[in-house]
């Protein structure tokens, strides 16, 4: 079965500066991998996806991840954090093909940010 | 275009009594998906069904716990007898098609269970 690793509970960066929100994931092979964000009040939004090909995905609002499989790891970046960026932030993995609404994600990542 | 919506927000039930938790999809969308979140914990899947059939159930308790997306009207999350470990996020999901076929998941925004 796999399994999903934020190791940062809560990050806490300033307005401007740049962010890296990290995720390791365990999957006997190459899993799909998601990055969500929620707001307070708010659904799960996808931010961005990796399926296959180019290991450097550009998702939404500017956010981009980079999957490195000798690393098992799917890490978020943003090079310039916005006050509406705070919220909490959730890596999932899915195994590939029919059963892939059988998302398995981390406990998540608050970012908070200083204006 | 409404988002997927999930009543009541909130839902405080005492121990023995049952829960029923209300989730419609986005309009167009035939495909739901419930996943629950302990405290501390990540989401996890419980059912994936899709209008008037359950898909799969592979991580639903065996217990207590049941779905059902009738042919009109929301899905329905029921939990009967609900215990203190019951008390949990609950969220919905739904797609237009099948997610395997890489069709994106749309969350609702949740139900906060407390079991006193």
């Known amino acids: 079965a796999q399994s999903v690793t934020q190791p940062d509970i809560h990050i806490t960066v300033s307005e401007g500066a740049s962010l890296e929100l990290r995720c390791n994931y365990s999957?006997?092979?190459?899993?799909?991998l998601f990055w969500y964000v929620q707001s307070p009040g708010q659904g799960l939004q996808l931010l961005l996806k990796?399926?296959?090909?180019?290991?450097l995905v550009q998702g939404i609002k500017g956010f981009e991840a980079e999957f490195k499989r000798s690393q098992s790891s799917f890490n978020l970046r943003k090079p310039s954090v916005h006050w509406s960026d705070a919220a909490e932030y959730f890596c999932?993995?899915?195994?590939?093909?029919?059963?892939?609404?059988?998302?398995?994600f981390g406990k998540g990542t608050k970012l908070s940010v200083i204006p | 275009n409404a988002g997927v919506m999930q009543n009541p927000r909130h839902l405080v039930r005492r121990r023995g009594q049952e829960a029923r938790l209300r989730c419609s999809p986005m309009?167009?969308?035939?495909?739901v998906y419930w996943y629950r979140q302990l405290p501390e914990e990540g989401l996890k899947f419980m059912v994936y069904?899709?209008?008037?059939?359950?898909?799969?159930e592979s991580g639903m308790p065996k217990e207590r716990f049941s779905a059902e997306f009738p042919k009109e009207g929301p899905s329905i999350l029921r939990i009967q007898q609900v215990v203190r470990g019951d008390s949990a996020a609950y969220f919905c999901?739904?797609?237009?098609?099948?997610?395997?076929?890489?069709?994106?998941?749309?969350f609702g925004s949740g139900t906060q269970l407390s079991v006193l």
């Open positions: 999901a739904s797609s237009q098609g099948p997610s395997g076929n890489n069709e994106k998941l749309f």
């Open positions: 999957y006997g092979a190459t899993p799909y």
């Open positions: 990796y399926f296959s090909g180019d290991t």
């Open positions: 999932a993995v899915a195994a590939p093909g029919a059963g892939s609404y059988q998302l398995t």
């Open positions: 309009k167009g969308h035939s495909h």
């Open positions: 069904l899709q209008k008037e059939n359950i898909i799969d």
